[in-house]
């Protein structure tokens, strides 16, 4: 008898625990403003910003909704270019955004939360930017997201706390944190 009404409990319990949970794969376009860096051309040091170009991100994501809140967790790969004078830096990184978000209305929500960054390469059409220091960095993002059935899109701005340097010999510094807008697509697969 107790045994029957344990399992009942499990049965009940996990099918709520499964309904709730969902995951899937996701992608989407980065706008990263990211960067400023001094460059040293004859022995004169040249200070600027990196000009902004798109990028691409793919991922997969996991999320457990909380009644009018949830938790989403997503991990995804992210290459984005930037170019100053001559030079095109190409950045690429994972990425682990963690996101509270609020259902706000029906299918409309907003979210937030930290995010963590790991540089996998930031490579240049004339230098290699092998010596990466801080190849981890901490952000923040802030969005709104979606949701049509099985679709969700995005909208979000993501920017990174702490600075990403690399100590090359022409370059006195080179600061290439996150500074973006990422527009974004998800695919449902439970």
Known sequence: MRFSVLCKICLFLSHF?????????????????????????????????????????????????????????????????????ELDVTSSRIELPISLGYKVLGPLSIFAGPSIF?????????????????KFNFGHHLGLRLNLGNLSFDFRYEKGNSSVVTDLENFKNTDLRPNQVVLGMSLKLN
């Open 17 to 85: 625990a499964f309904s709730q949970f969902e995951y899937g794969v996701k992608g989407g376009l980065n706008f990263d403003s990211a960067g400023k860096i001094s460059k040293l051309n004859n022995d004169v040091y040249t200070d600027g910003s990196l000009k902004s170009e798109s990028g691409f991100n793919l991922g997969v994501y996991a999320k457990f909704d909380l009644l009018i809140l949830y938790l989403r967790s997503e991990l995804q790969y992210t290459n984005v270019k930037r170019s100053f004078e």
């Open 118 to 134: 790991y540089y996998v390469s930031n490579k240049t059409n004339a230098y290699s930017f092998d010596r990466i220091r801080n």
